[in-house]
């Protein structure tokens, strides 16, 4: 009996090193995915930057579509990133 007990927790140990790895695998996965969303967000040319502070809001205004798309990306990731955690568990 005292034997089994051990087999068992070692079993589990390991099952918690492989669920480690795992995690630390995909936290990094994660964190290159977020990475190269930042790499993605360009600054404008210099010469198409606006002189005065009015005309940078409206030029910054224009992007908007690239911040949002940055946000959406950034926020579907991190949902994934919080729940995969609890999906690991389940399993």
């Given amino acids: 009996m005292k034997e089994l007990k051990e087999v068992v927790r070692r079993e589990r140990t390991d099952d918690l090193k492989e669920t480690g790895r795992l995690e630390a695998f995909s936290d990094g996965v994660f964190a290159v995915a977020i990475t190269l969303l930042v790499l993605n967000i ?8 606006p002189k005065d502070t009015n005309s940078l809001l409206y030029f910054l205004g224009r992007q908007w579509p690239i911040y949002l798309a940055f946000v959406t990306s950034f926020a579907t990731i991190g949902i994934m990133w919080t729940i995969l955690p609890d999906r690991s568990q389940n399993c």
């Fill in 42 to 49: 360009q600054p404008p040319p210099h010469d198409a930057l």
